[in-house]
């Protein structure tokens, strides 16, 4: 796997193209099948006269989905697989570049590189047929999602409770937790002005148990705390934040990851939500 694709931005490009793949694969499966049962009698006798293939089951899916968008995020331009609301907000020109929402020929300009295998299985696979609609207009919704998403505004600190599945430093799920300004707030003024970092970045929390909240206030200064330990990464950093967490954390198989399910676990989701929902 390349840099690029261990990135937040490569998973929700996964997740945009994934939910169109899946969505044209369960309609286009299930269309068959209501087709199948009027017409038995008519079509029985008759020859398939279809060279297109289908995965056998959401695993299958995943796998597909998974190969299509690695292949295609490895043509997207670098200024769009490091995408940021902060890059968006501060550079009018690429949000000229790529104004939304995109279209079929902003697509083909925008990834002229693309790997032909991309558009033939696609085709195999009847996502695409070359013709009314070919690998562009299937990606400019995809891609118009991708930005939509990466350059939303972060919400505000209260609304990312429900994404910590516990203490982000000790890992622990079964006490209260509170949110810690990354950058805090007695300094944000001066953060601005020095050009430490963006606005748009002076919220950024993370969500701490409260001795561990108490720990990192002890451990450095606000203005250090901004300047140098500003992400829950760079303060595990630190042997002794990261000795201190270890000793909160008396169930180590408590901690659960803040990413989302693996790429595989949500496409199986997706598949079944699709095939019962149309089904019903």
């Known amino acids: 796997m390349s840099n690029s694709e261990d ?3 490569f998973e929700i490009f996964r997740d945009c193209l994934s939910a169109a793949i899946v969505e044209h694969m369960t309609k286009s499966s299930t269309k068959a099948k209501r087709r199948t049962k009027k017409t038995r009698h008519v079509t029985s006798q008759a020859a398939p006269t279809s060279n297109s293939q289908t995965p056998n089951d959401a695993e299958d899916i995943a796998d597909f989905t998974d190969y299509i968008a690695t292949q295609t995020f490895e043509s997207v331009p670098a200024d769009l697989q490091s995408l940021t609301h902060a890059t968006w907000t501060a550079d009018p020109d690429l949000q000229t570049r790529y104004a939304l929402p ?3 020929a902003d697509v083909s300009a925008i990834l002229p590189t693309l790997d032909p295998d991309v558009a033939d299985s696609l085709t195999i696979y009847g996502i695409i047929d070359g013709l009314s ?18 350059t939303a505004p972060p919400p505000p600190p209260r609304a990312t409770r429900n994404q910590a599945d516990g203490c982000e430093l000790c890992g622990r799920d079964w006490i209260p937790l509170t949110y810690h300004h990354l950058i805090p707030r007695f300094v944000h003024e001066k953060v601005v002005r ?3 970092h963006p606005p748009e970045d002076l919220d950024n929390v993370a969500w701490l148990c409260r001795l561990c909240h108490s720990f990192v206030h002890r451990f450095a200064g606000h203005e250090e705390l901004a300047r140098h330990y500003y992400t829950v990464e760079l303060l595990l950093a630190e042997e002794d934040v990261a000795k201190f967490a270890k000793s909160r954390r008396e169930r180590p198989s408590s901690f659960r990851s803040k990413r989302h399910a693996s790429h595989h676990c949500r496409v199986v989701e997706m ?8 089904g019903a």
């Open 102 to 104: 995109l279209t079929g």
């Open 133 to 150: 609609r070919g690998v562009p207009e299937l990606l400019a919704p995809v891609l118009t999602e991708y930005i939509t998403a990466l």
């Open 7 to 9: 990135t937040p931005q």
């Open 271 to 278: 598949v079944e939500s699709a095939y019962n929902g149309w």
């Open 194 to 196: 020095r050009g430490w």
